[in-house]
């Protein structure tokens, strides 16, 4: 079956360190998307990318980094400028086309000590 | 300004009987398309419904309905019969700039209303 896959589920790390999440999808969606969510809060967007090679930033995208080198493949860095990283991430991808939903993966919850 | 209100945080629902969930756009632009989505504690997003700016018909999926009220932009959705298993986070969802069938603009969210159903 088709899906976005994002690993691993639940990352710890000491403050100060770069963190590299995975997302990974293969339902041949053109655009990915990466959200950040707080505790009972709505998501936030950080990054996204409509095409390989090619992203843009989101609403707050201090203190993070991507690339998509592959169609398949939108890793996101939270690096040591962030200044509040410990939250619950999800990646999304979707087809071209405005009424296309975003299909999500199953998130990883960061937690930075 | 938020794009996107729910006013509601948290509701409560009797099991087998129907709830509305509010939500509130803001937008100049004349196309865009509205979306629900579901958040079950386990955390994963499930898209349950879409309303596009232009559509002529309220969007139905199952128990899920949209009450969609363009002039006083909003979107409501509609679960009846509710069941134990609706209890989760629902977010509104609208993406502007909706004028190409290239465009996969961003995808701006609420803050959330919580459903519990009540046995």
């Known amino acids: 079956d088709g899906g976005i896959t994002q690993s691993p589920k639940y990352l710890f790390r000491k403050e100060g360190q770069n963190v590299t999440l995975s997302c990974e999808q293969n339902l041949n969606h053109d655009a990915m998307y990466w959200y950040r969510q707080d505790p009972g809060q709505g998501l936030r967007l950080i990054y996204y990318s409509q095409i390989v090679n090619d992203f843009q930033k989101g609403d707050i995208a201090e203190g993070y980094s991507v690339s998509r080198e592959k169609k398949e493949s939108f890793p996101l860095t939270v690096t040591s400028a962030q200044k509040n990283p410990t939250a619950f991430y999800l990646c999304a991808s979707s087809k071209q086309g405005w009424n296309s939903p975003l299909h999500f993966g199953n998130g990883t919850r960061l937690t930075v000590t | 300004a938020q794009k996107i209100t729910q006013t509601q945080p948290g509701m409560f629902v009797q099991e087998k009987e129907a709830v509305t969930l509010d939500c509130t756009y803001d937008?100049?632009?004349?196309?865009?398309?509205l979306f629900w989505y579901k958040q079950p504690s386990s955390g994963e997003m499930i898209f349950l419904i879409y309303?596009?700016?232009?559509?002529?018909q309220n969007a139905t999926e199952g128990r899920y309905s949209l009450n969609f009220q363009k002039a006083r932009k909003s979107a409501n959705l509609v679960i009846s019969a509710s069941q134990l298993g609706d209890s989760a986070m629902y977010f509104c969802a609208m993406r502007e700039d909706a004028t190409s069938s290239s465009n996969t603009g961003k995808l701006i969210f609420g803050q959330g209303t919580t459903l519990q159903v009540k046995p």
């Open positions: 309303q596009g700016s232009y559509d002529q």
């Open positions: 937008t100049s632009d004349p196309s865009y398309g």
